[in-house]
């Protein structure tokens, strides 16, 4: 008879969480990814604070440490361990790593999306409490979810950037790591610019104008990517498509994932 540990790993769907957007609270698959599980054994504080862009700060370290372990494991020689800090450098990291990541910071869909994140999230926690106070939990839950993925949306271009530049071939192969993330990151944009609008409804309009330039901002930044990476959408997502079209993603592309996972250390 398989034993309740035995039975709850062979449920977890590797890989899961490379791709998503770091929300286990409002995820579906949730029972089948190994993040919030070890985030429940060994709880994670983040330095982001409270409040909605904490608690997926504190997802994404998670991530950070789950996807250290499953490497190691993949890797095969590799000593296991269970780290204190996600460590400097991770295996697999290839060399002008740090080169990339800087050409990735001055990049003009980097910089787009780093102004978004840090305009938009100073906007939103200044009106956290206003939206509190009206009780209108459509309101509020738009508030919510859009300060849930502000941070993400600059990491997952981020990510996608500096996949692209460290491996040619990435922006044309449909099932490479840049274009799984810059899918990511266009979902996530679609529902921002969402919620934005529904802040922007009369009755619930504030901010003096600020979603009116997020929702603007967005769409650039979502023609950006379309050009960038034409083949974002084609992207099969572990889990989340997989399961819904009846594919199975095999180890191959999983031990593949997590080996540039190492190599576009930085982001999520």
């Known amino acids: 008879m398989p034993t309740e540990a035995t039975a709850r790993a ?5 890989g899961l969480h490379f791709f998503c957007d770091h929300r286990c609270w409002r995820c579906p ?3 089948r990814c190994q993040v919030p599980i070890r985030m429940a054994e060994q709880p994670t504080r983040s330095k982001v604070g409270s409040g909605p862009a904490g608690r997926v700060a504190e997802v994404v370290l998670a991530s950070l440490y789950v996807t250290v372990e499953q490497m190691e494991m993949v890797l095969g020689d590799l000593p296991m361990r269970a780290p204190s800090a996600v460590p400097d450098r991770l295996p697999g990291d290839a060399p002008g790593g740090r080169d990339r990541q800087e050409a990735a910071k001055r990049d003009p869909l980097v910089t787009a999306a780093r102004e978004y994140a840090s305009a938009s999230l100073r906007v939103l926690q200044a009106l956290r409490a206003r939206l509190a106070r009206t009780r209108d939990r459509e309101a509020i839950d738009a508030g919510d979810r859009l300060e849930e993925t502000c941070l993400t949306v600059a990491s997952k271009v981020h990510r996608a950037v ?4 460290s491996e040619g071939s990435e922006a044309v192969d449909p099932q490479g790591d840049a274009n799984g993330s810059a899918k990511v990151a266009l979902l996530l944009i679609e529902e921002s610019r ?3 609008r529904l802040l922007m409804q009369p009755g619930r309009s504030m901010g003096n104008g600020a979603p009116a330039r997020f929702v603007r901002m967005l769409e650039q930044l979502e023609a950006g990517l379309h050009e960038r ?3 974002a959408l084609e992207f099969i997502r572990p889990g989340f498509d997989t399961l819904a079209a009846g594919v199975r993603v095999g180890d191959a592309q999983v031990s593949r994932a997590l080996l540039q996972a190492g190599q ?4 999520a």
Request: proline fraction near 9%; glycine fraction near 4%.
């Open 229 to 231: 990476f034409p083949r």
């Open 162 to 165: 500096t996949s692209a530049d």
């Open 10 to 14: 062979s449920a977890i769907l590797p």
């Open 29 to 31: 698959l949730s029972q």
């Open 264 to 267: 576009v250390r930085g982001s």
């Open 194 to 196: 969402e919620a934005w």
